[in-house]
């Protein structure tokens, strides 16, 4: 079975870094994008960064200087470098990715467990 696990998540201090990985595992044929969402107590999920096969990158504009996304899709993983990091960055980090499965399964989206990334003052 096909699944997203992530890692790297803790706890640091304002101004900190972390960063996280998330590696696809299973019957995978290709991946067309692997990305990274998060969440925060009372709020909506919200889209991080995404990493498209082909080396496109996208990261949510107010992010953007402090959290990058890379990747490397022959070992299956994306990564997450996260600097300068503010207690608002404090959430669940999901990883997402769309990959295309063997026998006709077609391209289909999963996702990870989250892993927890909290950021104090």
């Known amino acids: 079975q096909v699944q997203l696990v992530e890692s790297g998540g803790g706890l640091v201090q304002s101004g900190g870094s972390l960063r996280l990985s998330c590696v696809a595992s299973?019957?995978?044929?290709?991946?067309?994008?692997m990305a990274w969402f998060r969440q925060s107590p009372g709020q909506q999920r919200e889209s991080v960064a995404t990493?498209?096969?082909?080396?496109?990158?996208y990261v949510t504009g107010y992010l953007e200087g402090r959290f990058t996304i890379s990747g490397d899709f022959a070992k299956n993983t994306v990564y997450l470098h996260m600097t300068n990091l503010k207690p608002e960055d404090t959430a669940v980090y999901y990883c997402?990715?769309?990959?295309?499965?063997?026998?006709?399964?077609?391209?289909?989206?999963?996702w990870g467990q989250g892993t927890q990334v909290t950021v104090s003052s």
């Open positions: 990493f498209i096969n082909g080396g496109d990158t």
């Open positions: 997402n990715a769309f990959l295309s499965l063997p026998q006709r399964h077609g391209t289909r989206e999963f």
């Open positions: 299973g019957l995978i044929s290709s991946i067309h994008s």
